[in-house]
C-alpha cells in the first residue's frame, strides 16, 4: 500500500464517544435535515475524517459540523484552515494562476479525479488527473481484470462524487474529455471482472451507472447532446440488468431533461413518467417531486398547461414531506432553489414571462453562493424571463451578474442560454443600461449583438 502520509484527527474522535461509526454518522444526516442541507454521511465518512484523509470538510458538512457543535470552530473539530490544505495557500502566493477548476477548496472536492482510481493492492485500475479542456495520462488497464473488491468500487464511488462536487461549481465544458477515462475502466471492471461478494457486485453496476449519468451529465451541460444521450442509455441498460430501480429512475430522470433541452418535450414526458413508476417503491419523496418536474417540463414544452400545473402541484406536494433517508445521494442539488429554478422554465416555455421571472428570482435568493454554476444558471434563467417580460433594464442588471461568473463556469448550456437572452434585449438598447450591458457582453464573449 502506498502511505497518504495522513494524520489521524483525535478531536473529531472524541466527538463521537460511545457512538459507532454509523450511529455518528446517522446523527450527523439528522443535524443536516435541521438546517435544510442534504449530506450523504455514512460510516466510511466518518472513517475517513478520523484517519486525516479528510483534512477539511466541504461546505455543506462545514454547516453541519457548525451547528451541530455550537460554540466550536473547525480547528476546534480537528481540521486544517481550508486554504493550507494541499498547500493552496502556498501557490497562490508563489506564481501564475492555475486554471478555476483547480482551485477547489479540499481534498474532498479538488482536482476533480487527480487520482480517483488509485493504486491499490495488487490492482491499478486507472490514475485519472482531470484538466480543464480534458487531457488525462490515465490507462484504461488493470492488473487483475477478474478480481473486484472493496478498493476497486470505491474508486467508482469517488469518481462519481469528485465529478458532480467539480461540476457543482464550474460546469461541464472542461471536465468532460477527462471524466470519460474512468467510465471506460469502470465498465472495463464489469465486462471481465468477478466480485467476491454479490454487494460488491450491486455496489460495482450501480456505481458505474451512476458514472455514466454524470459524465452523461457533462456532455449534457457541454453541449455534446448526442454523447449524453448514449451516456444515459448506457446507464439505463446497466440499471436493468443489475434490476436497480433507484438507478433506473436516475437514468430516466437526465433522460427527460435531456429530452426537454433537445426539443423533444413528449419524449421527456415519457421519460420523466416511467422514472415515477421506477422510483415509487424506493420511498423518495423528493426523487418524485423532482420527477415530476422533469414531466412539468416535458408537458410546458408540449403547451399543455393544465398537464403542466398539475405536474408541478404534485412535486410541490412530494417536495413538502422533506427529506428522508431514502433520498439518493446525487440528489443533494435539489434544494428549494432548484425547485424554483424548475417551475420558472416551465412558465418560461409556456410564455408567461413574469411569473417565470419571479421564480428564477426566487432561485438566485435561495440559492446556496458557493454552488457557482447553478447560481450562473439561474441569474441567466432571469435575465431571459425579464428581457421577453419587456423589463428591459432590469434584464441587463440581472445579465452583468452573470457575466461576473462567467470566468468561473465553463458551461456552454448557460452560454447559450445567454446568448438568447442578450438577443431578446438588443432592440431595447436605448433602455437605462442595456447599451452598457451589451458592450460588455461582446467584450467578454467576442461575439457582437445586433438588433
Not at 466550536?72 to 484552515?81: E, K, N, R, T, V
Not at 487531457?135 to 458532480?164: F, L, N, Q, Y
Not at 449519468?213 to 442509455?233: C, K, P, T
Amino acid at each position: 500500500m502506498v502511505s497518504t502520509g495522513a494524520v489521524p484527527n483525535p478531536a473529531f474522535r472524541r466527538l463521537r464517544g460511545q457512538r459507532s461509526a454509523g450511529e455518528f454518522a446517522a446523527a450527523i444526516r439528522r443535524s443536516a435535515r435541521e438546517i435544510g442541507e442534504r449530506v450523504a454521511c455514512d460510516a466510511r465518512y466518518i472513517g475517513r475524517v478520523e484517519s486525516g484523509e479528510i483534512r477539511c470538510p466541504n461546505y455543506a458538512y462545514e454547516r453541519v459540523f457548525l451547528h451541530m457543535f455550537p460554540g466550536m470552530s473547525l480547528a476546534d473539530l480537528g481540521f486544517s484552515p481550508r486554504e493550507t490544505v494541499r498547500g493552496r495557500g502556498t501557490r497562490a502566493t508563489a506564481g501564475a494562476p492555475s486554471p478555476p477548476v483547480l482551485h477547489s477548496d479540499t481534498d474532498e472536492e479538488s482536482d476533480v479525479l487527480r487520482r480517483v482510481f488509485m493504486t491499490s493492492g495488487t490492482t491499478a485500475l486507472a490514475v485519472v488527473p482531470l484538466r480543464p479542456g480534458g487531457g488525462s495520462a490515465a490507462a484504461d488497464t488493470v492488473s487483475d481484470p477478474h478480481r473486484v473488491g472493496e478498493a476497486e468500487v470505491s474508486a467508482v464511488e469517488k469518481a462519481v462524487r469528485r465529478i458532480r462536487l467539480l461540476d457543482d461549481r464550474h460546469g461541464g465544458d472542461g471536465l468532460y474529455r477527462g471524466a470519460s477515462r474512468p467510465l471506460r475502466a469502470a465498465y472495463a471492471l464489469l465486462d471481465s471482472g468477478t466480485a467476491a461478494k454479490r454487494s460488491t457486485a450491486d455496489r460495482l453496476h450501480a456505481g458505474a451507472g451512476e458514472l455514466a449519468i454524470s459524465v452523461g451529465w457533462l456532455a449534457h451541460d457541454s453541449g455534446r447532446f448526442e454523447d449524453a444521450r448514449s451516456h444515459y442509455a448506457e446507464a439505463l441498460a446497466t440499471a436493468r440488468l443489475a434490476g436497480d430501480p433507484a438507478l433506473e429512475a436516475h437514468a430516466f430522470c437526465n433522460t427527460s431533461f435531456l429530452a426537454r433541452d433537445t426539443g423533444r418535450p413528449r419524449e421527456s414526458v415519457r421519460a420523466a413518467e416511467a422514472g415515477q413508476r421506477a422510483a415509487r417503491p424506493l420511498g423518495s419523496s423528493r426523487l418524485l417531486a423532482l420527477l415530476a418536474l422533469r414531466e412539468a417540463g416535458g408537458r410546458a414544452g408540449l403547451g399543455d398547461r393544465s398537464g403542466c400545473e398539475r405536474a408541478i402541484g404534485r412535486a410541490r406536494t412530494a417536495f413538502g414531506r422533506g427529506p428522508c433517508d431514502a433520498d439518493p445521494e446525487w440528489m443533494t442539488f435539489f434544494q428549494e432553489a432548484e425547485l424554483e429554478m424548475l417551475e420558472a422554465q416551465c412558465w418560461s416555455a409556456l410564455g408567461d414571462w413574469s411569473r417565470a421571472a419571479r421564480h428564477a428570482d426566487r432561485a438566485i435568493r435561495l440559492q446556496d453562493p458557493h454552488f457557482t454554476r447553478n447560481l450562473a444558471l439561474y441569474r441567466t434563467e432571469l435575465t431571459w424571463d425579464l428581457a421577453r417580460a419587456g423589463r428591459a433594464a432590469e434584464a441587463a442588471t440581472a445579465g452583468h451578474r452573470v457575466l461576473d461568473l462567467l470566468d468561473r463556469v465553463r458551461s456552454s448550456r448557460i452560454r447559450a442560454m445567454l446568448t438568447g437572452a442578450t438577443q431578446a434585449l438588443a432592440p431595447c438598447r436605448d433602455a437605462a443600461g442595456v447599451r452598457e450591458y451589451l458592450e460588455r457582453y461582446a467584450a467578454v464573449s467576442g461575439a457582437e449583438v445586433s438588433a
